[in-house]
């Protein structure tokens, strides 16, 4: 074959129209929805196990499993199985009122002992709930007509938001004890908007619409949610047509691809960026650590390295948490950054000295950001050294209190409340906290168990107002989740980051 | 006699090599960082919680306890339950390595066609511009590493000429009558090529992109043997007596040339195997390397061990193998 250059640019016109005659999906009505997930799922029991406390997992768990109480995108709660819910005059019982007429997937009845047994169930430490802690709270669950009632060991203002948390699911009691925990692995049952219909671990799982779904039969008949853990495929997978819906792409690959073949969304999520401080070495000193937060110039940063798909915060909480104040700030000065140093001894020419920890990849450009934060830092006198770790790493450090003075991290919490972003994170005794200072154990104490909620809210906001002031963390950033659609589908967002596919209408 | 004897020799010696591999493992992963039990628990869990979920793994006696505990249940064929799939290690394992193997035997089915037709033809075009050419190609092909391999296949086959899939073993609308989890082997034996081209489809990129180093490598060491062996003496004997150039290569140097591409390919197959880790991650195929690599992000201790015994059973397996056929392959071994 003589191959010149008219022959080969027939060649390629001929192969081209080849293959798109195979994969025409973004032009033709979506049958099947196919969604490229970025994560596996590794157990169906949405209540224990690594699994069960995975956050990028719990929108798979959502479209078979309903949890205790519905929420609602913009995560606020709303009524699900559960229709009402609330304590006893004195504090000393909860009671759940149960909705009726919903069924199973394998077609029995839903019924408030499911609702009891699933409490029950997951406050007993033999169980290996990693929440246990939470549910453990209640004990003695009892049904009386279509209520369930519990008592409260210890009062916890925060229990009905872990009703729609990491473990808050319900599940088939009658079901489970029938086929047991590995029967529940091979065939999962639900109550949720999509029944199982055929899981292969690390590939994909095949979606039914429950016609007989509570909130109404989603409008997708069949979804095929593929595990496509690599990003560069992901986004091969919805460029090519092989999939409608895709998430967690590069913002650069977002943007090419968003304005072109595909649809975008891009909407603010429950994670955030920050840097832990820890109360050791130069840490110690409040003009090193306020140095360190007026030397960020978060806006920008984003801008430049995250495309602008960030929102800068400057407390833990986002715009959506229950206890987010606006007029907490730490403002963006250098000059304040190098007056601060000087205070102390320290400028450009005579640095003060630390160590910063990042992940690298773990979350988009977050050694980019840290390398970045490093650079401002270095024009006002802070010499930052960067070691990079691997997120277990971080974790095992965290747990150990050790570590390094200052240390990048990502922090979810889908159902807003302080006590899941600040609380967790900067009192002194929970093992998972950084900062172990005195004067913030005595702040946020009393508020675990603060039964007037707008008293506790104000509390929190107190909370955040001091750490701000006194940089005892640097919260950087809320994320901004990419996903890339066919114009075939409309998807709605969550702002807890699940990708539900009962969310998704067609166009 | 000798023969069987050398093999009850490599055989006790993999014995031998399988055990420490079993304590260094065991032992490393227990020491690096990463404690499933820290991963696991959210923030606000306590000391107690920490205590009762190590306990509920195992994870609060000492290692050399562990140890001994999982090695009295991997002598009765119990490798544990993994931590993050809550099933038993030995069915998740062996459920996952029929889609590896067949991905890293079609992986070596496409090197060996590719480096054996690069090396013969070269040879045969020995000294003009197409063996040139051969040689450039190699030298991109080693040059490049097989996950490049695998980004470059997905852009032009899964995405500017979407002929193949980009993810996954098979369709999952598909309903699949097979018994056992050698899909490639049984749509075969089932006569459903419908399902074979599925399941080819899916594969090919995953296993070409494997393929192209060590077709790379394949090449050019048979072509370096097959040059060599072409001035011995018999092989300037059989041209004299008036064959022809096709036939010298085919069947008078190939035989002989083809020993050293032989061990290559045996060591150079577990390799492949260790490969399927990063390309089965690109592709979302689901074999034992995906598996693996899930298993470690979420520090799951007893399915790590499980998969790299597999591991390790394979690639002494695949090696014993080798030393077997070259010794049967090779007269002078086999009756020395």
Redesign the interface.
């Known amino acids: 074959m003589n191959l010149n250059r008219r022959s080969l640019l027939k060649l390629s016109a001929a192969?081209?129209a080849?293959?798109?005659t195979?994969?025409p999906a973004r032009a033709q009505a979506i049958d099947?929805l196919v969604i490229?997930y970025n994560v596996?799922l590794?157990?169906w029991?949405p209540t224990?196990?690594?699994?069960a406390?995975n956050p990028t997992i719990q929108g798979l768990y959502q479209s078979v499993f309903d949890q205790f109480i519905l929420q609602q995108p913009d995560l606020k709660p709303a009524p699900g199985l559960l229709t009402e819910w609330g304590w006893n005059d004195d504090r000393t019982q909860v009671w759940m009122t149960v909705r009726e007429g919903v069924k199973w997937h394998d077609g029995s009845d839903f019924t408030a002992e499911d609702v009891a047994w699933s409490l029950a169930r997951v406050a007993k430490?033999?169980t290996?709930s990693?929440?246990?802690?939470?549910w453990g709270t209640l004990a003695n669950h009892r049904v009386e007509g279509n209520k369930v009632i519990a008592d409260v060991v210890q009062f916890d203002p925060t229990i009905f938001k872990w009703m729609y948390f990491?473990t808050g699911y319900v599940l088939p009691k009658a079901y489970y004890e029938k086929v047991g925990?590995?029967g529940f692995?091979a065939a999962p049952v639900g109550t949720g908007p999509y029944m199982v219909e055929?899981f292969?671990?690390?590939?994909?799982v095949?979606l039914k619409a429950n016609e007989n779904y509570w909130g109404g039969a989603p409008e997708f008949k069949?979804v095929?949610i593929?595990?496509?853990?690599?990003a560069?495929?992901r986004v091969?997978?919805v460029?090519?047509?092989?999939a409608h819906v895709t998430l967690e792409m590069p913002y650069e690959e977002y943007d090419r691809l968003k304005g072109g073949p595909l649809a975008g969304v891009a909407a603010p999520i429950s994670d955030i960026g920050m840097i832990f401080l820890n109360d050791i070495d130069v840490m110690l000193d409040p003009n090193v650590r306020k140095a360190a937060a007026h030397a960020i110039d978060k806006q920008t940063i984003i801008d430049r390295l995250l495309g602008g798909y960030g929102v800068k915060i400057d407390t833990l909480e986002t715009p959506e948490y229950d206890a987010y104040d606006a007029s907490i700030t730490v403002e963006y000065s250098p000059e304040k950054a190098v007056e601060l140093l000087a205070a102390s001894g320290y400028s450009p020419e005579n640095p003060v000295k630390f160590k910063i920890q990042t992940t690298k990849g773990f979350k988009p450009k977050d050694y980019e950001m840290i390398q970045a934060i490093v650079g401002l830092w270095r024009k006002v006198g802070i010499e930052a050294e960067i070691e990079v770790?691997?997120?277990?790493?971080h974790?095992?450090?965290?747990?150990a209190d050790q570590l390094a003075p200052a240390a990048f991290y990502n922090?979810g919490n889908s159902v807003g409340d302080p006590?899941?972003s600040t609380?967790?994170?900067m009192f002194g005794p929970?093992?998972?906290?950084v900062w172990d200072g005195e004067d913030l154990i005595n702040m946020i104490g009393p508020l675990w168990g603060e039964a007037d909620e707008a008293k506790r809210i104000e509390g929190w906001k107190a909370v955040d107002r001091y750490v701000a002031e006194n940089a005892l963390v640097i919260p950087l950033l809320q994320y901004v989740q990419p996903i890339l659609h066919a114009p075939g589908v409309v998807v709605t967002p969550h702002a807890s980051g699940a990708l539900l596919p009962h969310l998704m209408k067609r166009a | 006699m000798r023969l069987l004897r050398s093999v009850l020799l490599r055989l006790a010696t993999t014995a031998v090599t399988l055990l420490g591999v079993a304590v260094i493992v065991f032992f490393v992963i227990r020491v690096v960082p990463g404690n499933p039990v820290a991963m696991m628990l959210p923030p606000g869990a306590t000391e107690e919680d920490v205590a009762r979920l190590s306990a509920l793994y195992g994870l609060d006696k000492s290692i050399p306890e562990q140890f001994l505990i999982w090695a009295g249940g991997v002598l009765q064929g119990d490798f544990g339950t993994s931590i993050t799939a809550r099933q038993p290690v030995l069915a998740l394992v062996l459920g996952r390595l029929p889609a590896t193997l067949e991905l890293s035997v079609m992986a070596l089915v496409i090197a060996v066609a590719l480096g054996g037709v690069a090396a013969l033809t070269g040879t045969r075009l020995r000294g003009t511009r197409v063996e040139g050419g051969i040689d450039v190609a190699n030298g991109m092909a080693l040059s490049v590493p097989d996950f490049l391999w695998g980004l470059v296949l997905i852009l032009l086959f899964g995405v500017l000429v979407p002929v193949f899939h980009i993810s996954g073993r098979v369709t999952p609308s598909l309903d699949l009558p097979f018994t056992t989890n050698f899909y490639l082997f049984e749509s075969v034996l089932r006569l459903r090529f419908d399902l074979w081209a599925d399941i080819v489809s899916h594969m090919f990129m995953p296993a070409l992109a494997l393929a192209i180093p060590l077709a790379a490598i394949i090449g050019q060491l048979l072509k370096q043997s097959l040059k060599e062996t072409m001035h011995l003496d018999y092989v300037t004997l059989s041209r004299t007596k008036g064959y022809g150039e096709n036939h010298v290569i085919l069947r008078e140097a190939l035989p002989n040339a083809i020993l050293p591409t032989l061990t290559l390919v045996g060591v150079q197959f577990t390799f492949l195997i260790g490969g399927t880790v990063i390309i089965e991650r690109l592709f979302s195929y689901e074999g034992l390397g995906n598996m693996a690599i899930e298993a470690v992000i979420n520090r799951d201790l007893p399915l790590i061990q499980g998969i790299v015994i597999l591991f390790a059973v394979i690639f002494t397996a695949v090696n014993l193998a080798v030393d077997l056929l070259y010794a049967l392959l090779n007269p002078r071994l086999r009756h020395a």
């Open positions: 192969s081209v080849l293959g798109a195979g994969l099947e490229a596996t590794p157990s029991d224990v196990g690594p699994s406390v430490p033999e290996g990693p929440i246990q802690f939470v990491l925990a590995e692995e055929k292969e671990r690390n590939a994909f095949r069949t095929t593929k595990f496509v853990t690599d560069a495929a091969a997978e460029e090519s047509g092989n770790y691997e997120i277990a790493k974790y095992e450090l965290r747990a922090w006590t899941t609380g967790f994170a929970s093992p998972h906290s």
